[in-house]
């Protein structure tokens, strides 16, 4: 299977000469990443060898990242994440009816060998989310995080904890989506497999708000990427 050329100018949602913000695709890595030579760090030094990332998104979240200029640019978007000062949001797609209200989860987390986040309130640390529904659809709801503190997985982790997987999350027994799940008198093809209409993590990174260099502030919200587009759509027919 041949390797997704990326150019990196179509990825770009802000630009100036202390950050470059972009639309991170889903399956491009942030770092290095030893099964694909592409990801986000690698493909901007080839742009600018002074790059740097001021924070993660997870290879199969969508969304907007930042990336740092030069150091002082990077020091002051990693002070900003220190003092929690920086405001994230995310959209997440699960199944069922979430709860119609606003859900505040303050649950330690510690990641395991494995590479899971797991509950953990004698050794973890400390996790904060908030979460709301933002649409509900038959079956399932997008629902918008805003994470307080910014541990691996938190948002997956935290929606597990809540028995609200995200849908395409395998690793914390989230399902794919399938027609058959959404569509009233949906009938399967005699002797065929239902493949999913969505199979990856359903979480986009929606929106970013921080302190410039310069004192301004930069809030910048990024489009969903268009399998996650198409599922809503279908979503919104169906329901």
Known sequence: M?????NVQDLIVFDDDNY??????????????RNDPNNVLGLFRKENAN??????????????????????????????????????????????????EV????????????????????????????????QFFKGYTLVEAKPITGRTHQIRAHLAYLKFPICGDVLYDGEPIYLSTVKK???????MDERPLFSRVGLHAHAI???????????????????????????????
């Open 20 to 33: 470059t913000i972009i639309n991170k695709p889903p399956f491009l890595s942030t770092l290095e990443d």
């Open 103 to 134: 859900i505040q989860v303050d649950v330690p987390l510690r990641t395991s060998g494995s590479g899971k986040a797991i509950v953990d309130r004698r050794n973890g640390k400390e996790a904060l989310t908030l979460f709301r529904p933002k």
């Open 185 to 191: 008198n949906y009938k399967r093809k005699v002797d």
């Open 51 to 100: 790059y740097q990332v001021c924070h993660r998104l997870d290879k199969e979240t969508s969304g907007v990242l930042i990336l740092s200029k030069h150091e002082q640019a990077f020091k002051a978007a990693a002070l900003q994440f220190q003092e929690r000062t920086i405001e994230k949001i995310y959209h997440a797609l699960v199944k069922g009816q979430f709860m119609n």
């Open 2 to 6: 041949m390797k997704k050329a990326w």
């Open 209 to 239: 708000k921080l302190t410039n260099v310069n004192k301004n502030i930069i809030s910048i919200s990024c489009d969903y990427p268009k399998d996650m587009a198409i599922i809503l759509k279908k979503l919104n027919k169906y329901s």
